[in-house]
């Protein structure tokens, strides 16, 4: 009789690292469904329950990160404090979780070819042929368990973009199959699925999951989990139907109906017991009983505002407004922490012009110039800076915002008709705005820009001082282009005054002019770090700014 034997080097199983548990969590059907939230409301659940959780997004595009995709495209591009750009989602696992994610926690298809191609490079595959299969897919479980490696996180909760049976998602799925076929007792999958109603019949139709559920079947993963989007109740005869043609047991036929606020889900999984059902099928119990107490508190005074203030949004991809989702999000956070409701106006930065700005502006508490790039609605964001500064109406502009703050007033009040930043007009007289030193020389434009968290100095008695309560801070940075130091001390007489500056380098990072209620210009993005536990204390100055004007 022949033993087998293999290699040293070679083992059939091994566990992963930490005793991690790994959550996958995908979706079939249709796009939007809303993985991200779903994603982010469990982890909120098993944090509460005393579990350290953390969420990652795979996407499957071929770009290495979302750096230099447009807005239209992709919509916002969020940053971390270590400098990556990402997927807006990770945004929804901050302000979910109030923890802070990084490079790790977004993977793309570009990043996880372009190191199997650099490995090959460097003969790492010792001549072997590179092949999706073990290459590829080796790469992707690597990163999957790259979070777990590290010995901080209980759970990791994976969020694989697109839908199952998109051609660019197969190699993400075979890579979760071969986790569940080596580590069954640590991996469980969440397959998110739409329920629709048909209004012709009058009923919901369970077809379209059970078609979602077999191409998922048919890669060999069954999961374990199904989250059912859907408009109506799903009864216990839908639901037993669904359990019954999709293999999974009653009690994990989820129900996620549409709610009223995204700060609802967490809520509504948690009375469909969805933590409790992932924590049994991982072999965990509950380290404490949930404590939602402050999350509940939140919407609370969310629903139930006791006044409301007006503000302006003035960008160039209105359309979308998910190209600005962290702003948004932040004067959900701000509003509540004034016990208000914060009703936003979007204005397209195109369509001001010095004819029709009173009107486009009038009526409104506060303004907000919105980041961006390139020369498109430019003028429209200067002429808001104009009407927000000469009419003493609460502003805040960020990044290229900042900017057009700094540009207005060298414009209309040092009398520098032809000031403007190099950006747009690189022989300008007066280049107010200039690019960074260190950028001159850069010729690719992906993940090149200053980016990541950057100190900086507040000055006291600012209104930047009094809403941070501190001098110290640190934010998040995502730009080339910078106020110019020549032509600080003119500003400064003139009485706008840098009122935050990083403490190496100099580098103005805010902006304030003197003899206005509340005018601010921060060149790094305060959005991305607003969470609910921890509202920006920059929106919720701002905001309480807009409700001193109104009254």
Same mark, same amino acid.
């Given at each position: 009789?022949?033993?087998?034997?293999?290699?040293?080097?070679?083992?059939?199983?091994?566990?992963?690292?930490?005793?991690?548990?790994?959550?996958?969590?995908?979706?079939?059907?249709?796009?939007?469904?809303?993985? #991200?939230?779903?994603?982010?409301?469990?982890?909120?659940?098993?944090?509460?329950?005393?579990?350290?959780?953390?969420?990652?997004?795979?996407?499957?595009?071929?770009?290495?990160?979302?750096?230099?995709?447009?807005?239209?495209?992709?919509?916002?591009?969020?940053?971390?404090?270590?400098?990556?750009?990402?997927?807006?989602?990770?945004?929804?696992?901050?302000?979910?979780?109030?923890?802070?994610?990084?490079?790790?926690?977004?993977?793309?298809?570009?990043?996880?070819?372009?190191?199997?191609? %650099?490995?090959?490079?460097?003969?790492?595959?010792?001549?072997?042929?590179?092949?999706? @299969?073990?290459?590829?897919?080796?790469?992707?479980?690597?990163?999957?368990?790259?979070?777990?490696? +590290?010995?901080?996180?209980?759970?990791?909760?994976?969020?694989?973009?697109?839908?199952?049976?998109?051609?660019?998602?197969?190699?993400?799925?075979?890579?979760?199959?071969?986790?569940?076929?080596?580590?069954?007792?640590?991996?469980?999958?969440?397959?998110?699925?739409?329920?629709?109603?048909?209004?012709?019949?009058?009923?919901?139709?369970?077809?379209?999951?059970?078609?979602?559920?077999?191409?998922?079947?048919?890669?060999?993963?069954?999961?374990?989990?199904?989250?059912?989007?859907?408009?109506?109740?799903?009864?216990?005869?839908?639901?037993?139907?669904?359990?019954?043609?999709?293999?999974? =047991?009653?009690?994990?036929?989820?129900?996620?109906?549409?709610?009223?606020?995204?700060?609802?889900?967490?809520?509504?999984?948690?009375?469909?017991?969805?933590?409790?059902?992932?924590?049994?099928?991982?072999?965990?119990?509950?380290?404490? @009983?949930?404590?939602?107490?402050?999350?509940?508190?939140?919407?609370?005074?969310?629903?139930?505002?006791?006044?409301?203030?007006?503000?302006?949004?003035?960008?160039?991809?209105?359309?979308?407004?998910?190209?600005?989702?962290?702003?948004?999000?932040?004067?959900?956070?701000?509003?509540?922490?004034?016990?208000?409701?914060?009703?936003?106006?979007?204005?397209?930065?195109?369509?001001?012009?010095? %004819?029709?700005?009173?009107? +486009?502006?009038?009526?409104?508490?506060?303004?907000?110039?919105?980041?961006?790039?390139?020369?498109?609605?430019?003028? #429209?964001?200067?002429?808001?800076?104009?009407?927000?500064?000469? %009419?003493?109406?609460?502003?805040?502009? @960020?990044?290229?915002?900042?900017?057009?703050?700094?540009?207005?007033?060298?414009?209309?009040?040092? #009398?520098?008709?032809?000031?403007?930043?190099?950006?747009?007009?690189?022989?300008?007289?007066?280049?107010?705005?200039?690019?960074?030193? +260190?950028?001159?020389?850069?010729?690719?434009?992906?993940?090149?820009?200053?980016? #990541?968290?950057?100190?900086?100095?507040?000055?006291?008695?600012?209104?930047?001082?009094?809403?941070?309560?501190?001098?110290?801070?640190?934010?998040?940075?995502?730009?080339?282009?910078?106020?110019?130091?020549?032509?600080?001390?003119?500003?400064?007489? =003139?009485?706008?005054?840098?009122?935050?500056? %990083?403490?190496?380098?100099?580098?103005?990072?805010?902006?304030?002019? +003197?003899?206005?209620?509340?005018?601010?210009?921060?060149?790094?993005?305060?959005?991305?770090?607003?969470?609910?536990?921890?509202?920006?204390?920059?929106?919720?100055?701002?905001?309480?700014?807009?409700?001193? =004007?109104?009254?």
């Amino acid at each position: 009789m022949n033993i087998l034997t293999l290699p040293p080097e070679v083992t059939l199983y091994s566990s992963m690292s930490n005793s991690t548990k790994y959550v996958f969590v995908t979706g079939g059907v249709t796009s939007s469904l809303g993985k #991200g939230i779903i994603s982010a409301s469990l982890a909120k659940l098993l944090q509460a329950r005393g579990y350290s959780t953390t969420i990652q997004k795979l996407d499957p595009y071929i770009n290495i990160d979302p750096g230099t995709l447009n807005p239209y495209e992709h919509g916002e591009c969020f940053v971390t404090d270590d400098g990556a750009e990402t997927d807006l989602d990770l945004g929804h696992y901050e302000r979910f979780l109030n923890v802070p994610t990084s490079q790790a926690n977004n993977v793309t298809t570009g990043r996880i070819y372009q190191s199997v191609i %650099n490995k090959e490079r460097r003969g790492e595959f010792l001549g072997k042929t590179v092949q999706v @299969i073990p290459h590829i897919t080796d790469e992707i479980k690597e990163r999957i368990q790259l979070l777990g490696k +590290e010995g901080t996180y209980d759970i990791v909760i994976t969020e694989i973009g697109g839908t199952v049976g998109d051609i660019e998602s197969l190699p993400y799925v075979e890579a979760v199959r071969q986790l569940k076929w080596e580590f069954e007792e640590d991996c469980l999958v969440i397959h998110l699925t739409l329920v629709p109603y048909l209004a012709a019949a009058g009923e919901l139709k369970t077809k379209p999951t059970q078609h979602s559920v077999k191409q998922l079947l048919e890669l060999g993963v069954q999961p374990d989990i199904l989250c059912c989007r859907t408009e109506h109740e799903l009864d216990l005869t839908l639901r037993r139907k669904i359990a019954k043609f999709c293999n999974v =047991n009653m009690n994990a036929v989820i129900e996620s109906r549409d709610a009223e606020s995204i700060y609802d889900v967490p809520l509504l999984m948690q009375a469909e017991e969805l933590d409790k059902v992932v924590l049994e099928k991982l072999n965990l119990t509950s380290k404490s @009983i949930p404590d939602l107490d402050n999350w509940k508190s939140f919407l609370t005074r969310l629903k139930n505002p006791e006044s409301e203030v007006n503000i302006a949004l003035v960008g160039k991809y209105v359309e979308l407004k998910d190209s600005y989702k962290s702003i948004s999000e932040s004067f959900i956070h701000a509003g509540v922490a004034n016990n208000c409701k914060v009703n936003v106006k979007w204005i397209h930065s195109e369509k001001i012009t010095p %004819n029709n700005v009173d009107t +486009e502006l009038a009526g409104l508490d506060g303004i907000l110039v919105a980041p961006g790039f390139g020369s498109r609605g430019i003028s #429209g964001k200067i002429e808001t800076v104009k009407f927000a500064r000469e %009419n003493n109406i609460p502003f805040l502009g @960020i990044c290229l915002g900042m900017q057009c703050a700094v540009i207005e007033f060298a414009r209309n009040v040092l #009398g520098k008709a032809e000031a403007h930043t190099t950006e747009i007009s690189e022989n300008c007289k007066y280049p107010v705005i200039d690019m960074m030193s +260190e950028q001159k020389n850069i010729s690719n434009l992906g993940g090149t820009m200053r980016l #990541g968290a950057y100190k900086c100095q507040l000055s006291p008695g600012s209104n930047v001082f009094k809403a941070y309560n501190s001098d110290k801070i640190s934010e998040r940075h995502r730009h080339r282009y910078e106020f110019n130091n020549d032509f600080l001390e003119e500003f400064e007489a =003139n009485g706008m005054k840098a009122t935050g500056k %990083n403490p190496e380098t100099g580098l103005v990072e805010v902006v304030e002019i +003197e003899n206005h209620p509340w005018f601010v210009g921060a060149q790094f993005h305060p959005e991305y770090k607003s969470t609910v536990a921890n509202p920006h204390p920059l929106f919720v100055g701002f905001i309480a700014a807009a409700l001193e =004007n109104k009254a």
